[in-house]
């Protein structure tokens, strides 16, 4: 999960990157070379502006930073390895200590509890109605599992039934899939399904009769886990266009999908007034698609409504209608 800014690097900025083999700089010879002496990470000078790459950790730098906080960083060195996520953020003057606080504030939140919840919603697409109900239950240890069912129906009749659901751990602020299924039976049949083998760093994409070995990096996630993800990052940086990139398998490929926070809402459900912040999906300009999300603030980030509006105009929406998490019901606002 990579969490960026609005505007990239510019000669006026310098930065400090990590990835999981050495830190590299946008900074002068002579200050790399300084670098190296301090945090003995190997860095190497870059041109300022230059693509990073993927799954690295960035901090933008004002100008007139003292290179002690490249020997602070060597210390949170394998925190970082760990962590699999870009943040990339302007700023026009930091200290040391600030720089850290900034690491440690964007790797998935330790301190936000993951809850157990079961919610159920209502879907509608065009007219057709559908029950659809999420699930995060713990199996053991660092282990859980999020499971979504849907069924669509017409006229009291049932169209078609999904079932959706990723197996991963979450230790220590690192999210790890273990394995992703998605099915759909009725009047349309899908079937996908990942395995991911994190000690060889490969993950079995299957879909229908199709099955593709994708290389993984650290911070690849499914089409559901990258859910939790983003709830998780949410106490910890909500502010108004704060933008949040993930990496999930798709099919034979590795997508990048890409969300930005546009404020907080007071949302009117079936539960009475949430307190809600709102995303939206960032896509090409060519894709004539919007979709929205509201998750509840209170609740621990819970999803709450999603709207989506196809470029034929086709609306899609999902309304939450009762919670528990924790064995308590979640309810309105006081």
């Not at 004002?62 to 390895?81: D, E, K, P, Q, W």
């Amino acid at each position: 999960m990579n969490i960026i800014s609005r505007e990239p690097l510019n000669k006026s900025m310098t930065s400090l990157a990590y990835s999981q083999f050495c830190y590299q700089d946008v900074l002068s010879p002579g200050l790399s070379i300084n670098c190296n002496a301090k945090s003995a990470l190997g860095v190497n000078p870059r041109p300022a502006g230059l693509k990073q790459a993927p799954y690295c950790g960035v901090v933008a730098l004002g100008n007139g930073i003292t290179i002690s906080c490249a020997g602070r960083l060597a210390s949170v060195r394998t925190r970082l390895r760990q962590s699999g996520h870009r943040l990339v953020q302007r700023l026009p003057s930091i200290t040391a200590a600030c720089l850290l606080l900034l690491l440690s504030s964007n790797s998935l939140s330790q301190s936000s509890p993951v809850i157990e919840y079961t919610a159920k919603y209502q879907a509608r697409a065009n007219g057709i109605a559908a029950t659809a109900e999420r699930n995060l239950k713990k199996l053991s240890g660092n282990s859980y599992l999020l499971s979504n069912t849907l069924e669509a129906k017409l006229a009291g009749l049932s169209l078609a039934r999904l079932k959706q659901s990723s197996e991963f751990v979450f230790d220590n602020g690192v999210l790890a899939p273990q394995n992703y299924s998605y099915l759909v039976t009725g009047v349309s049949k899908a079937n996908h399904t990942i395995a991911y083998n994190w000690d060889a760093m490969f993950a079995i994409s299957t879909e229908d009769e199709k099955s593709w070995r994708l290389p993984l990096t650290e911070g690849v996630l499914d089409q559901l886990s990258y859910q939790f993800a983003l709830r998780q990052a949410l106490p910890e940086t909500s502010a108004i266009d704060t933008e949040f990139e993930f990496s999930l398998i798709d099919a034979d490929e590795i997508e990048t999908q890409r969300y930005r926070v546009m404020g907080d809402e007071l949302l009117t459900t079936p539960l009475g007034d949430l307190n809600t912040v709102k995303l939206e999906r960032l896509r090409e300009e060519s894709d004539g698609r919007v979709t929205e999300i509201w998750l509840a603030r209170e609740w621990n980030f819970l999803l709450t409504r999603i709207e989506q509006v196809s470029g034929s105009g086709l609306r899609i929406s999902l309304q939450l209608e009762s919670a528990e998490m924790d064995g308590t019901s979640v309810t309105a606002a006081q």
